[in-house]
């Protein structure tokens, strides 16, 4: 599923026009129509507010689908969102959105998704990063960057940098704790702040580590989570059950070939 946020970058996820959608919610749909007729000085039918997001696929209000200019540019220039455009700057139209909307602006902002290996003076800092999200000692996380860093194993540790500030995480390990030693390698430690979480960050990080290790010829990989319907939308399938080590309870395992 593609992100709700639009090419301006407003969330599509909290658009009454799309949750009056989704939710089939008629009355929903009459409110929005008469808001908008209001605020745009034109007739809006209820029969008009149909969308299921900008970036979705899909239907689209008659205005998204082919009047709204910011979202035709975006398609003509192939742009994932005008985040990634080198105009957004200076754009009128895109700065009317960011005006008024904050968040908007927060949401475009462009990440930097890099291995380790690329920013190797970031060794210390991101060992304490994932320290202070997970709690296993420094040194562990040390141990293992080091090594990677030095090309003793090709199990690698990826970062996502919002400027210079790590955002978000992940590594792959041998085994993640589990019972299940044939399944490996695992990858471990996902994590995205909570201030960045809906922008795809995790998802891109996943992504990186696959393409990454199928050039090293390591695949399949394996993670474990309790999480349901998350890292399936990224091409990751339930595999089986494994005992966690020091839990109670059995974890599930995924795999991506």
């Given at each position: 599923m593609k992100q709700m946020i639009a090419y301006c970058g407003l969330n599509c996820e909290t658009c009454e026009a799309r949750l009056a959608t989704v939710s089939r919610d008629e009355a929903l749909r009459k409110k929005v129509a008469e808001s908008w007729s209001k605020l745009n000085g034109a007739e809006i039918t209820p029969n008009m507010i149909h969308c299921e997001g900008c970036r979705a696929d899909g239907l689209k209000t008659p205005y998204c689908e082919a009047l709204c200019p910011?979202?035709?540019c975006?398609?003509?220039?192939?742009?994932?969102?005008?985040?990634?455009?080198g105009e957004k700057d200076h754009c009128e139209k895109l700065g009317a959105i960011m005006r008024n909307n904050p968040e908007a602006a927060r949401n475009l902002k462009s990440y930097i998704f890099i291995a380790l290996r690329e920013r190797p003076e970031l060794l210390d800092r991101a060992a304490s990063w994932f320290h202070e999200k997970w709690g296993v000692p420094k040194e562990a996380y040390l141990a293992c960057m080091t090594a990677y860093l030095n090309r003793g194993t090709e199990y690698g540790w990826y970062l996502c940098l919002d400027g210079e500030k790590i955002?978000?995480?992940l590594g792959v390990i041998?085994?993640?704790f589990h019972d299940r030693k044939d399944l490996r390698p695992n990858v471990c430690a996902v994590y995205t702040e909570e201030a960045h979480r809906g922008r795809g960050v995790a998802g891109q990080l996943l992504k990186l580590a696959v393409e990454d290790m199928k050039t090293k010829g390591i695949s399949p990989l394996y993670l474990v989570t309790d999480h349901i319907g998350f890292y399936e939308r990224y091409g990751w399938e339930f595999l089986c059950m494994a005992q966690g080590d020091g839990?109670?309870?059995m974890?599930?395992?995924y795999i991506h070939r």
């Amino acid at each position: 599923m593609k992100q709700m946020i639009a090419y301006c970058g407003l969330n599509c996820e909290t658009c009454e026009a799309r949750l009056a959608t989704v939710s089939r919610d008629e009355a929903l749909r009459k409110k929005v129509a008469e808001s908008w007729s209001k605020l745009n000085g034109a007739e809006i039918t209820p029969n008009m507010i149909h969308c299921e997001g900008c970036r979705a696929d899909g239907l689209k209000t008659p205005y998204c689908e082919a009047l709204c200019p910011i979202r035709q540019c975006a398609l003509d220039k192939k742009m994932e969102t005008c985040g990634r455009c080198g105009e957004k700057d200076h754009c009128e139209k895109l700065g009317a959105i960011m005006r008024n909307n904050p968040e908007a602006a927060r949401n475009l902002k462009s990440y930097i998704f890099i291995a380790l290996r690329e920013r190797p003076e970031l060794l210390d800092r991101a060992a304490s990063w994932f320290h202070e999200k997970w709690g296993v000692p420094k040194e562990a996380y040390l141990a293992c960057m080091t090594a990677y860093l030095n090309r003793g194993t090709e199990y690698g540790w990826y970062l996502c940098l919002d400027g210079e500030k790590i955002v978000g995480g992940l590594g792959v390990i041998e085994n993640d704790f589990h019972d299940r030693k044939d399944l490996r390698p695992n990858v471990c430690a996902v994590y995205t702040e909570e201030a960045h979480r809906g922008r795809g960050v995790a998802g891109q990080l996943l992504k990186l580590a696959v393409e990454d290790m199928k050039t090293k010829g390591i695949s399949p990989l394996y993670l474990v989570t309790d999480h349901i319907g998350f890292y399936e939308r990224y091409g990751w399938e339930f595999l089986c059950m494994a005992q966690g080590d020091g839990e109670e309870e059995m974890t599930r395992v995924y795999i991506h070939r």
